[in-house]
């Protein structure tokens, strides 16, 4: 009994100490971090917050043009632009954003700061069309909003809360907040052209009440907008002259930036989510190009091998930058077929229609193998020089009316995510391989639950270079440079 009743005592002394620390930091759970207003005349917006250990609330400091105030009693922190009367200013000479502090101060005294984003600017909201899995961002220096508490099916998501993912370009989107079930960010300018965007691919992910991730967006942010710039082929398919999510078409371009700005993302056939595209334009080291977090720290890729508990959907989804790989298909006893899924899914993208897990914006789709059948090696690609197509990473493809360029931008490998540009068949080359391969995904799946891809590759000395319909393996997880067809609505 001895023993029992001195470990009871020991147990208790040890709560008592931990209940007498007097270090315990004040702190708000606050409604949300930033805030837009039209105007310099607009009126006055609250946030509401949940303290905790917090003894009083108030404002710490306020940027020049702004006002705030605490209301204790409500919880409440109210916001106002005030712009200036200073004689001999407008307010078109006070900077556009500003920031409120505010601080919790605990039993001791001591403060925790919090800050809270200020804004003069426009909002748009990027779903008025209708939901998707991807939008398209051009204006700088805006805030924007989307549905998060729907798929584009119109299926309703239990979201608490939304974050940011990644982005390619750190900085580029700020303050990412729910806001009465729209997921509110604000994109900033370039640091060469507060008229511009910076170049940038981004996802936010919408959070469940247990923290996990229930669904994820696609923010494809460019200056130029590519709805803006469409073909029409001879079978009637329309499609835009850029891959998803990238900058610019290189069109035959030797240009090293220009090549890498028309790569655009990569993706596993049958996924919504992205793949950041190459740190260099030639792919060399399989290098990936870098992603921040809102707090611009690196992030790393995830490459797990595929096994029965993350070859499934519902893992995807949960876990977007997770590209799930299938080494053991090429080993001996495997199945050969290199399937990211454990159960193949024929339907996550098809040929019917635009599903819930395509990746394309509102009103364009994967296309199907129909589609791209049309395209031909064009005459001028035939009539190029060698050395010169060579550096072009890519072919002019003829529909019988008219040529447009692919890219060539290689293949995200099954084995381990890596990007591969290579054609390094012995012999085809005289010194080194070189970089002429790409694969296009397409929505189609065969009988036996293959998915269709068209693959470029120019792998002969002679400018009568291949362009063939080649059927991958089901979801062999390669390139899909996206070109979408136009869906009739």
């Known amino acids: 009994m001895r023993s029992v009743k001195f470990l009871i005592l020991s147990l208790v002394v040890l709560v008592a100490s931990t209940a007498c620390n007097k270090d315990i930091s004040a702190s708000l ?54 712009g200036t009367t200073e004689e001999g200013m407008t307010n078109d000479d006070l900077p556009k954003e500003g920031s409120v502090v505010i601080n919790a101060l605990n039993a001791e005294g001591e403060a925790t700061s919090y800050y809270i984003s200020l804004y003069i600017t426009q909002t748009l909201p990027l779903d008025t069309a209708g939901i998707a899995n991807s939008y398209i961002v051009t204006a700088p220096a805006t805030s924007y909003t989307f549905d998060a508490m729907h798929r584009p099916d119109g299926s309703e998501l239990a979201t608490a809360d939304v974050k940011l993912l990644w982005q390619s370009n750190p900085n580029a989107v700020r303050n990412v907040d729910l806001v009465d079930g729209k997921a509110s960010f604000y994109v900033t300018s370039s640091y060469e052209d507060d008229a511009k965007v910076a170049d940038t691919n981004a996802v936010i992910a919408a959070y469940n009440a247990s923290n996990e991730v229930i669904w994820s967006w696609h923010l494809w942010i460019t200056n130029d907008n590519p709805l803006a710039a469409t073909d029409t082929y001879s079978n009637g398919k329309v499609f835009m002259q850029r891959n998803l999510g990238a900058f610019a078409n290189a069109n035959g371009s030797t240009e090293e930036q220009k ?28 290098e990936d190009e870098s992603r921040y977090d809102m707090d611009g ?38 199945d050969g077929i290199g399937d990211w899924l454990v159960t193949a899914g024929k339907t996550l993208w098809n040929d019917e229609k635009k599903s819930v897990y395509d990746p394309c914006p509102y009103g364009w789709r994967v296309p199907t193998a129909e589609d791209l059948s049309v395209l031909k090696l064009s005459d001028a690609e035939d009539n190029t020089p060698l050395e010169t197509a060579r550096k072009q990473y890519g072919w002019n493809l003829s529909d019988g009316n008219n040529s447009f360029f692919y890219s060539a931008c ?53 400018r009568k270079s291949a362009f063939y319909k080649k059927r991958a393996h089901r979801m062999i997880q390669k390139r899909r440079m996206n070109l979408w067809k136009k869906r009739k609505n």
């Open 259 to 286: 090549i890498l700005d028309s790569y655009g993302m990569y993706y596993q056939w049958g996924r919504k989510d992205p793949f950041p595209r190459p740190y260099h334009f030639d792919a060399s080291g399989a």
């Open 297 to 334: 720290v690196y992030i790393k890729e995830n490459f797990p091998e595929r096994s029965s508990s993350n070859g499934t959907l519902d893992y995807v989804t949960k876990n977007p930058m997770h590209y799930i790989t299938n080494a053991a298909c090429v080993a001996e006893g495997g």
């Open 410 to 462: 290689g293949r995200r490998r099954y084995n381990d995510g890596k990007v591969e540009n290579m054609n390094s068949k012995d012999g085809v080359y005289p010194s080194q391989p070189q970089p002429w391969e790409g694969y296009y995904w397409t929505s189609t799946t065969t009988v036996d639950g293959k998915a269709v891809v068209e693959y470029y590759d120019k792998k002969k000395m002679s």
């Open 29 to 82: 759970a606050l409604e949300r971090t930033s805030l837009y207003f039209a105007s310099w005349d607009a009126e006055l917006q609250y946030i509401s917050y949940v303290p905790t250990n917090a003894v009083s609330v108030g404002v710490a400091s306020y940027s020049n043009g702004w006002n705030a105030s605490v209301d204790i009693a409500t919880e409440t922190i109210a916001i106002w632009p005030e």
